[in-house]
């Protein structure tokens, strides 16, 4: 069962969401909890610690809906909420994406509209959730990796497929916000990694979506791969959405002033893949290293704003399915030999 905040002061909204989604709350799909302003959310919210969505109103007494957004970021970075308001101007919509909504409906309200919305919310956040799972448990794998351990878990044999290493082909793409590291110097720390972790936020989503795997966050760049069919393809379609979503991201308000661009750069071949890292002291990283995930980096760092820049070796592997634009030679670090590189359109 899914359970979902709605903070609103109108009571009629109440009688219509228990209405319209009467079906799926006998089924027990949906269980919805009220409150009439964004006070109230918030206490409602810590005797509720496993609400999934809030929907919100902007204008409510006490504290609206905008402030209300704030401290929900504050306190459950994992909530996401939508917000449903009749204050659909352009203003409202950029101050309330800036401050972590996930999406905006306004009223009066399609219902069939704001299900769909609700739907694909709560898939982003079970998404999120299944990632956070999935990287806590390997790192609580890694630190304990001591003796007892390693005999309750089958010994030897369970340490060698530990600390085993494969040779797989794969794609590995870096993305890189431009600029943010002048930024950060200027800003708040808490603004800093806040507006941080948006974009990460919005970046994993898309590499999730095309069944890639977030490798690392390294600073403000994110390094991702992709196995399995088509993986240099997922590759590029992943960096395209998020060129995409970041270019259509709201201006934001207050003083800071910041849009982001991203230089992002890909690579496809052989890899070695394994726990790399310190045995003696228990700290291994799964991860890919290799020449391709050194080349996937270093065209990162000569990409543009905006530019995703591959190797000719990639090129000939999906000029039929994506349109792309020589850009000539250029000098890699650490290679002897330019590389003929070219930009990724569309």
Same mark, same amino acid.
């Given at each position: 069962?899914?359970? +979902? =905040?709605?903070?609103?002061?109108? *009571?009629?909204?109440?009688?219509?969401?228990?209405?319209?989604?009467?079906k799926k709350i006998?089924?027990?799909?949906? *269980?919805? +909890?009220?409150?009439?302003n @964004?006070?109230?959310a918030?206490e409602?919210l810590k005797k509720?610690?496993?609400?999934? +969505?809030?929907?919100?109103?902007? $204008?409510?007494p006490e504290?609206?809906g905008?402030?209300?957004?704030t401290?929900l970021?504050e306190?459950s970075?994992?909530?996401k909420t939508?917000m449903v308001?009749?204050?659909?101007?352009?203003?409202?919509?950029?101050t309330?994406?800036?401050? &972590?909504a996930?999406?905006?409906?306004?009223k009066?309200?399609?219902?069939e509209?704001?299900?769909?919305?609700?739907?694909?919310?709560?898939?982003?956040?079970?998404?999120?959730?299944?990632t956070?799972?999935?990287?806590q *448990?390997n790192?609580?794998?890694?630190?304990?990796?001591?003796?007892?351990?390693?005999?309750?878990m @089958? &010994? #030897?044999e369970?340490l060698?497929s530990l600390?085993?290493?494969?040779?797989v082909?794969a794609?590995?793409?870096?993305i890189?916000i431009?600029?943010?590291?002048?930024?950060?110097e200027?800003?708040?720390?808490d603004?800093v990694? $806040?507006l941080?972790n948006?974009y990460?936020d =919005?970046?994993?989503?898309?590499i +999730?979506?095309?069944?890639?795997?977030?490798?690392?966050f390294?600073? %403000?760049?994110v390094?991702?791969?992709f196995k @399995?069919p088509?993986h =240099?393809?997922?590759?590029?379609?992943?960096?395209l959405s998020i060129? $995409?979503?970041i270019?259509n991201l709201?201006a934001?308000s207050?003083?800071?002033?910041?849009?982001?661009k991203v230089?992002?750069?890909?690579?496809?071949? %052989?890899?070695?893949?394994? $726990?790399?890292?310190s045995? /003696?002291i228990? #700290?291994?990283?799964y991860?890919?290293?290799?020449? /391709?995930?050194?080349?996937?980096?270093r065209?990162?760092?000569?990409? *543009?704003p905006?530019?995703?820049?591959?190797?000719n070796?990639?090129?000939?592997?999906?000029?039929e399915?994506?349109?792309c634009?020589q850009v000539g030679?250029?000098?890699?670090?650490?290679?002897?030999?330019?590389?003929f590189?070219?930009e990724?359109?569309?």
């Amino acid at each position: 069962m899914v359970k +979902i =905040l709605v903070a609103d002061d109108e *009571e009629d909204l109440e009688m219509l969401i228990k209405q319209k989604f009467r079906k799926k709350i006998r089924e027990q799909q949906y *269980e919805f +909890i009220f409150a009439i302003n @964004g006070k109230d959310a918030l206490e409602k919210l810590k005797k509720n610690d496993d609400v999934v +969505i809030v929907l919100s109103d902007i $204008n409510m007494p006490e504290m609206d809906g905008l402030t209300f957004l704030t401290k929900l970021s504050e306190s459950s970075p994992l909530i996401k909420t939508v917000m449903v308001s009749a204050y659909g101007d352009m203003d409202n919509i950029r101050t309330a994406m800036n401050r &972590g909504a996930f999406d905006f409906v306004t009223k009066p309200v399609n219902f069939e509209d704001l299900e769909l919305t609700m739907e694909k919310t709560i898939k982003h956040v079970k998404q999120m959730k299944d990632t956070l799972k999935a990287i806590q *448990e390997n790192n609580i794998l890694r630190m304990y990796v001591d003796q007892n351990v390693l005999n309750f878990m @089958g &010994g #030897r044999e369970y340490l060698a497929s530990l600390t085993a290493s494969e040779t797989v082909e794969a794609s590995i793409a870096f993305i890189d916000i431009c600029g943010f590291t002048s930024f950060s110097e200027k800003e708040s720390p808490d603004q800093v990694v $806040n507006l941080l972790n948006q974009y990460f936020d =919005l970046m994993a989503k898309e590499i +999730i979506d095309q069944n890639g795997v977030i490798d690392k966050f390294i600073g %403000d760049c994110v390094m991702a791969v992709f196995k @399995g069919p088509y993986h =240099l393809d997922r590759a590029i379609d992943a960096c395209l959405s998020i060129r $995409n979503k970041i270019d259509n991201l709201p201006a934001p308000s207050g003083k800071a002033k910041f849009l982001p661009k991203v230089a992002m750069g890909i690579n496809t071949g %052989d890899v070695i893949s394994g $726990n790399i890292g310190s045995a /003696s002291i228990r #700290r291994l990283d799964y991860t890919v290293i290799g020449d /391709s995930v050194n080349v996937a980096q270093r065209l990162q760092s000569v990409a *543009e704003p905006n530019q995703i820049l591959i190797s000719n070796t990639s090129y000939q592997k999906v000029k039929e399915s994506f349109n792309c634009r020589q850009v000539g030679e250029v000098s890699l670090k650490h290679k002897v030999a330019p590389v003929f590189v070219y930009e990724v359109l569309d």
